[in-house]
């Protein structure tokens, strides 16, 4: 889940996570930029497990330096929207200033005209021989011109308000999306690991408050590395995509299925006992063996492709990593007794 940072390291320990974060750049022929520097010094400080355990998953795959997944890690782990929040205050900033200038311009003229008609009623109440028809032809006048000018300057006010009000709504609307787009896995279109880490929390929630079920499975694609020492990354992408797609297919109503870091999945499977959730993960793991993996351009094969499937049942004691380590635990129990079947702990 993405969060604001503090540092309180001392100079002694920063200097060491320091010398560790460079030197695993450095292996890796990794550029330190900020981004790449934040993401080793939250690993080698040892702060943040979730990172670190996505982060040696991917340094034990790479081959080349792994600029891509780094960037990945990124969008998951810390804000990438500051700068878009910023251009959003400043248009905001501008709009205020000029809606606050009218409103002064409007203020100078409501100003002015009580003036006038302040001045209006002094005469008609005046004595009739201290007024001379001109004095009152004159001020009557004034009012009324006035009056047609101040009627103008409300309806040119009304349409800059109009006007203010789209461009205001068009800004929220505008960072709805780049807060739904922050949400979702760039690559499968599913959800990313932090709306997943938001979801998961608010089922625990839920389930306490309610006291109903909630089943998490955590899945994993099978020689999922074959796939990309073999035919390439080109190729492990489209098994990705393919994979995601067959995981939405296969869920209903309020279940959340999301990219969970590689190749690894988590679908929740809300008011879900136990017995529901390894009837839904059997489902998932015969459709994406059954399926074909082809390229439709040459029409070649690129066999058959399994999934494992770890399943657990949310429990009342538990915190949200316990019950993803359990989940993982059965997962990697599907692994080793032959891949391509469900387990549950």
């Known amino acids: 889940m993405t969060h604001k940072i503090t540092y309180s390291d001392s100079l002694s320990k ?7 974060a460079i030197s695993l750049l450095a292996r890796y022929k990794m550029p330190a930029d900020p981004h790449n520097y934040q993401i080793s010094y939250e690993h080698v400080s040892g702060r943040n497990e979730a990172l670190s355990h996505d982060l040696e998953h991917i340094l034990e795959q790479s081959k080349s330096p792994p ?6 890690i990124y969008d998951v782990y810390f804000e990438r929207d500051e700068e ?3 251009i959003m205050r400043l248009e905001l900033r501008q709009i205020i200033s000029s809606m606050l200038k009218d409103f002064g311009y409007s203020h100078n003229e409501l100003s002015n005209y009580s003036k006038t008609l302040t001045q209006f009623i002094d005469i008609l109440d005046s004595h009739p021989s201290s007024a001379s028809s001109n004095d009152l032809l004159e001020k009557t006048q004034n009012v009324i011109d006035e009056t ?4 103008q300057s ?5 349409q800059k308000m109009s006007t203010i009000i789209a461009e205001i709504d068009l800004l929220r609307k505008e960072l709805d999306q780049v807060k739904e787009e ?20 608010q089922s625990i929630l839920t389930s306490r408050e309610n006291n109903k079920p909630f089943c998490l499975l955590m899945l994993d694609i099978d020689h999922f590395k074959a796939f990309n020492d073999n035919y390439g990354h080109l190729v492990g992408d489209k098994v990705l995509r393919y994979v995601a797609g067959s995981l939405k297919r296969n869920i209903k109503g309020n279940d959340f299925v999301a990219r969970y870091g590689g190749e690894e999945f988590g679908i929740i499977l809300p008011m879900t006992g136990i017995n529901g959730a390894i009837t839904v993960a059997e489902q998932i793991r015969e459709a994406i063996s059954s399926g074909k993996l082809t390229d439709k351009a040459t029409e070649m ?8 499937i770890g399943v657990t049942q949310f429990r009342a004691s538990d915190l949200g990593h316990e019950l993803i380590e359990r989940a993982d635990k059965a997962l990697y129990l599907a692994k080793e007794r ?8």
């Open 301 to 308: 094969t690129y066999g058959k492709l399994t999934i494992s």
């Open 14 to 20: 920063s200097s060491e996570f320091l010398r560790l």
């Open 338 to 345: 032959g891949r391509d079947r469900v387990e549950k702990l």
């Open 67 to 72: 600029v891509k997944q780094f960037k990945n």
């Open 148 to 151: 047609h000018s101040l009627s």
């Open 84 to 86: 878009y929040l910023d």
């Open 154 to 158: 409300q309806q040119t006010t009304e």
């Open 182 to 201: 922050s949400k979702k896995d760039t690559l499968t279109g599913i959800a990313n690991r932090k709306a997943f880490d938001a979801e998961l929390e």
